[in-house]
């Protein structure tokens, strides 16, 4: 048990090392999906973190190549309640990441619920880095809400996905998931990866342009908002996550962290048109603040805070939850599919 968790506040969690040597530093963050652990290793949105499995067991059903949500690990650190297999750890291992089992998870979710996600630093073992002298780095550390991340994740050059099919898709990657480009290729669309500093201009010829998921804070990102703005009405949108969040800015509304974020496979949303309620995937720790106006389409049951736009003057709409599902329910596959069908037409 010579490995640890500890946070800003001084809770400190013992466990045991089961990755990679080192000291992780970043921000604690807890998801209660059951499945899809490598997935959310991988999936860019998690950059800068130390994600806490809910999970009893972590790792039973092995990793395979084609799970990986981007090319390697974005999270910092891994921190579970029981290590479920070796070929797991070893992956850990492989790719640098910092493991711990044995960690009193319960605790650890307990502690983030009430007092909101916090810095901390997961250590393989105290011969890394001793607890005293690792308290004053974490409380160093910054704190993520100003923290502009994309620039970190997203593709320097612009590639082609998937080169035919109709209709023709840009995705400005802010951090994009592959099971999107995924997605979107299964509905037939011939799909185009921009970097996030792409113009407006550039995209326009597109018949529709994704924005895509991705890590971070939403309001340092002045010249992405401003891009996306410049697209509207032009060509149609559909925003994803952060790329949900920055539609929301481009028109007027406001964003802020949310205390411990949605993180996990099992969130209610209400869509107000139809009443239906969708079981979600999501990952995001900040949020658009609750609207009571017509284009906020979807609403967390959770907390209210605002879950999908419609601005059909516009051209764009978007959702803050996963529609690509991975992993995760698929009550909302049908909203990809649907609006490159609505593309088509």
């Not at 037939?188 to 500093?197: D, E, I, K, L, M």
């Not at 205390?259 to 999501?282: I, K, M």
């Not at 990952?283 to 907390?303: I, K, M, R």
């Amino acid at each position: 048990m010579s490995g640890y968790l500890l946070l800003e506040d001084g809770t400190l969690l013992r466990g045991r090392s089961v990755g990679a040597d080192g000291a992780a530093f970043g921000e604690a963050v807890f998801t209660t999906a059951m499945t899809g652990y490598q997935e959310t290793v991988t999936d860019p949105s998690y950059a800068e973190q130390l994600v806490c499995f809910t999970a009893p067991m972590v790792g039973n059903y092995g990793v395979a190549e084609e799970r990986l949500e981007s090319d390697g690990p974005h999270a910092k650190a891994v921190l579970m309640r029981r290590l479920g297999g070796s070929e797991w750890a070893e992956w850990l291992r492989r790719h640098g990441l910092v493991g711990l089992e044995e960690i009193d998870t319960r605790t650890l979710v307990l502690r983030l619920r009430e007092a909101g996600a916090m810095r901390g630093v997961a250590v393989s073992s105290e011969d890394v880095l001793s607890p005293d002298d690792a308290l004053g780095r974490v409380r160093a550390t910054p704190v993520m809400a100003g923290q502009a991340l994309v620039a970190q994740v997203s593709t320097p050059a612009a590639y082609v996905f998937r080169a035919e099919g109709s209709p023709r898709v840009a995705v400005i990657d802010y951090g994009t998931k592959r099971s999107i480009l995924r997605r979107l290729a299964t509905a037939g669309a011939s799909v185009t990866v921009f970097p996030h500093t792409v113009g407006a201009e550039e995209l326009v010829a597109f018949d529709g342009v994704v924005l895509s998921n991705g890590p971070g804070d939403p309001e340092p990102l002045v010249q992405e908002v401003e891009t996306v703005r410049d697209l509207l009405g032009r060509v149609p949108v559909f925003g994803i996550c952060l790329g949900h969040q920055l539609l929301g800015l481009a028109t007027g509304h406001e964003t802020y962290k949310l205390p411990f974020g949605h993180r996990g496979a099992n969130h209610p949303v209400l869509d107000r048109r139809s009443g239906r309620v969708l079981v979600t995937s999501q990952n995001h720790g900040f949020a658009v603040a609750p609207s009571e106006e017509a284009e906020a389409t979807h609403v967390s049951l959770y907390d209210g805070t605002v879950e999908g736009f419609d601005f059909p003057g516009l051209r764009a709409r978007s959702v803050q939850f996963h529609p690509e599902a991975g992993p995760g329910p698929h009550d909302a596959w049908p909203l990809l599919e649907a609006w490159v069908e609505e593309l088509r037409a």
